[in-house]
């Protein structure tokens, strides 16, 4: 597989709306409520299965490919957010995992066979 980066796919996506015209709906309200949308259809496809069933789901060819295109679908909405209010996704990422280290910092486990 070809190696992406995040602002490759994000002109990407914004050539394939310019060219369709698309500019004047993907405002940051459209988007986040394509985003929500498409991230509903992912959740559709997990709806009554059961935790087992859930962790099989890539086992069968044709729900792979209904949950790769999902997710597909919300990271290309949220891209297409991102880019459209100014936000660096990987450092609002690394940020934000920067913050929830510090707010919920990892329990130390005692080595059973330590002293302690």
Known sequence: MTELDVAQLQRRLAEFAAARD???YHTP??????LSVEASELVEIFQWLTPDESARVMDDPGSAHRVA???ADVLAY???FC???GIDVL???SDKTDRNETRFPAKRTVDRHSPE
């Not at 309200?29 to 394509?34: E, F, G, H, M």
């Open 22 to 24: 698309w500019q004047p």
């Open 29 to 34: 309200k459209n988007l986040a409520a394509a």
């Open 69 to 71: 295109d999902e997710v």
């Open 78 to 80: 949220l891209l297409q």
């Open 83 to 85: 880019e459209v209010l």
């Open 91 to 93: 450092t609002a990422l």
